[in-house]
């Protein structure tokens, strides 16, 4: 079935340092991929998405590209903020299937 | 702006109450879902429902209900509240595959 793999554990950074967060994952046709925040004490909200190969989706600073050949949508944002502290998920869904599979998430701390 | 409301953020219940979850989305989307978040396990599928009166079972469904009586109102329902229930429920609605829309969240424990 659908999934999606994201790295493990928390991430804890500077302000203004690069940021990574890496997500692959396995589907059978053509996903679109998304990446949601989620705030402290709040719901996911969607951060961006892409919807076919090659694509580069961005928001707030914050870019990700659809790679096919890797089957990865890595985030990336080039200097993070206090701000910027969340939970991040990645997310896919198929063609003709309404449900989301969703990565475990990762929390990201940024210190000042 | 389109919304996903939960009726409630915080919730305090006992053992053994029926306790209902609500949630409203005002974009006349068709899918509705129930999560709940639980730290280190993520997000996991309670139910969903594509349409009025339709519901599916989706990956722990065991000691929960839900109804959807209108398109917009979706509500998740624990038939006989138990400790192993605290947690974070999260509602979401969509079109299609085109991603979700979140609510809030409630925060329920069970006492």
């Known amino acids: 079935g659908d999934s999606v793999t994201q790295m493990e554990g928390p991430v804890t950074l500077s302000e203004e340092a690069f940021l990574t967060i890496n997500c692959t994952y396995t589907?059978?046709?053509?996903?679109?991929l998304f990446w949601y925040v989620q705030y402290p004490g709040e719901g996911l909200q969607l951060l961006l998405k892409?919807?076919?190969?090659?694509d580069k989706g961005s928001n707030k600073g914050f870019e990700a590209t659809y790679r096919k050949e890797t089957t990865s949508f890595h985030l990336e944002k080039g200097s993070v903020q206090v701000s910027d502290s969340a939970v991040y998920f990645c997310?896919?869904?198929?063609?003709?299937?309404?449900?989301?599979?969703f990565g475990k998430g990762n929390q990201v701390v940024v210190i000042p | 702006d389109v919304k996903v409301t939960q009726s409630s953020r915080y919730l305090v219940k006992r053992t053994g109450e029926k306790v209902f979850l609500e949630c409203v989305q005002d974009?006349?989307?068709?899918?509705m879902f129930w999560y709940r978040q639980d730290p280190g396990l993520g997000l996991r599928l309670i139910y969903f429902?594509?349409?009025?009166?339709?519901?599916e079972k989706g990956d722990i469904p065991e000691g929960y209900s839900v109804s959807r009586e209108k398109k917009e109102r979706f509500s998740l329902i624990l038939e006989s509240a138990s400790t192993n229930q605290t947690s974070m429920y999260l509602c979401?609605?969509?079109?299609?595959?085109?991603?979700?829309?979140f609510g809030s969240g409630t925060r329920l424990t069970v006492v």
């Open positions: 974009m006349d989307h068709e899918n």
């Open positions: 589907a059978t046709g053509y996903p679109s």
């Open positions: 892409a919807t076919k190969a090659d």
């Open positions: 429902s594509y349409d009025v009166k339709m519901k």
């Open positions: 979401a609605s969509s079109l299609q595959e085109y991603g979700y829309t």
């Open positions: 997310a896919l869904s198929t063609r003709g299937n309404n449900r989301l599979a």
